[in-house]
Nanobody, 122 residues
Framework: QVQLVESGGGLVQPGGSLRLSCVASGSIFSINTMGWYLQAPGKQRELVAHITRGGTTTYADSVKGRFTISRDNAKNTVYLQMNSLKPEDTAVYYC????????????????WGQGTQVTVSS
């Protein structure tokens, strides 16, 4: 199986910064796209940013210019640098990875982390 473990969430004041990390481990042949999603109370989970294995990035309009996604393929790790945080960024942030595994044949599977809380408040 595959596990994703996030870290780096917490409480920060408006205008502050946080850096989230997510490490994938387990039965991994390779990882295609990795990404971050958020879910605010009472709302659906939505994309924050994702990054391909080759480094192509996509961002939600609400975070462009403030958040930066990056990854270390050798460490199966994805990061989210969050700057100029706003109260509306408050949510649980989830890591996602599209993992290629061998189970008789090579196939891609989607995995999720357990989530890390980010709270932006004064």
């Amino acid at each position: 199986q595959v596990q994703l473990v996030e870290s780096g969430g917490g409480l920060v004041q408006p205008g502050g910064s946080l850096r989230l990390s997510c490490v994938a481990s387990g039965s991994i042949f390779s990882i295609n796209t990795m990404g971050w999603y958020l879910q605010a109370p009472g709302k659906q989970r939505e994309l924050v940013a994702h990054i391909t294995r080759g480094g192509t990035t996509t961002y939600a309009d609400s975070v462009k210019g403030r958040f930066t996604i990056s990854r270390d393929n050798a460490k199966n790790t994805v990061y989210l640098q969050m700057n100029s945080l706003k109260p509306e960024d408050t949510a649980v942030y989830y890591c996602n990875a599209n993992v290629r595994r061998y189970s008789g044949t090579y196939q891609f599977y989607d995995y999720w982390g357990q989530g890390t809380q980010v709270t932006v408040s004064s």
